[in-house]
């Protein structure tokens, strides 16, 4: 069974959450374009449903250093508007299972618009292209835009299946496992981080019913901890059924 049935499985089941009150042992349900909890202001965070309902810390339209996240964007280009070839497909794979910045640079040098024409497609505003893809900019409300807009509208995207089988350890060797991965019902991760200081770190993720990103002037475990301590409560009561944590087949 793949991630998209069991996205559909429990969407379905708990498809009238938001009329629904609140379990008394639960967290409550924030008011949209708010973030529960207290969070620093280190990260910016935000999180969507497919439903429209979407929360984020107050700085969560701050456009702060793109890192990796921006091989999402390079890669929804070159699948959707390259030229269809299997080069483009091996570099794009490696871009998000891998975070291969050797790869991003062949795309970002074959379509150097890339950036900025899936901002523009999307409705990203807060996203901005450079030179350097490296350099790019976006926030943590685009992030999460974006990938409920895969969800919703381009579900069988490879993006998707890669992000679900995103490799343990990166291209250059760092291990990817923190922030958004570590909320329940997460289903797939792609992660970003900064080769020279001062240190930040990127995750998004997606999962049934909703998607989530994060970006933290700081270490993987203090995304983590401010993650964490702000949503999971939030996704458990979003998905509303018991979650089981599975993959591709």
Same mark, same amino acid.
């Given at each position: 069974m793949?991630? #998209?049935t069991v996205a559909?499985?429990?969407?379905?089941?708990?498809?009238?959450?938001?009329? /629904? =009150?609140? =379990?008394?042992? /639960?967290q409550p349900i924030p008011e949209p374009g708010t973030a529960p909890g207290s969070v620093p202001p280190r990260s910016a965070i935000s999180l969507r449903t497919p439903m429209g309902m979407e929360w984020g810390t107050a700085n969560e339209h701050e456009s702060r250093s793109a890192l990796s996240m921006a091989k999402l964007y390079l890669a929804d280009y070159a699948l959707r508007h390259g +030229?269809?070839?299997?080069?483009?497909r /091996?570099?794009?794979? #490696?871009?998000? #299972?891998f975070s291969d910045d050797s790869a991003a640079d062949a795309i970002a040098t074959k379509? =150097?618009?890339?950036?900025?024409?899936?901002?523009?497609e999307y409705g990203l505003q807060d996203t901005q292209q450079t030179a350097d893809w490296g350099t790019s900019t976006t926030s943590t409300a685009d992030i999460a835009d974006f990938l409920r807009a895969k969800q919703t509208a381009d579900p069988d995207s490879p993006i998707l299946d890669w992000m679900a089988t995103a490799s343990p350890v990166a291209?250059? @060797?760092?291990?990817?496992? $923190? @922030?958004?991965?570590?909320? =329940? @019902?997460?289903q797939g991760s792609? $992660?970003?981080?900064? +080769?020279?200081p001062p240190q930040e770190v990127a995750s998004a993720s997606f999962g049934p019913g909703f998607s989530v990103a994060a970006q933290t002037r700081g270490t993987p475990a203090e995304q983590t901890t401010d993650v964490v301590g702000a949503l999971e409560g939030i996704v458990t009561d979003i998905l509303g059924v018991p979650v089981v944590q599975v993959g591709l087949p």
């Open positions: 793949g991630y #998209r559909m499985a429990i969407l379905i089941a708990s498809a009238s959450f938001g009329a /629904a =009150p609140v =379990p008394a042992s /639960a +030229d269809g070839s299997a080069e483009d /091996a570099y794009t794979e #490696r871009m998000i #299972r379509y =150097p618009q890339a950036i900025g024409a899936t901002a523009a291209a250059d @060797g760092t291990v990817q496992d $923190w @922030g958004t991965s570590e909320l =329940p @019902g997460v792609k $992660w970003g981080w900064s +080769d020279l």
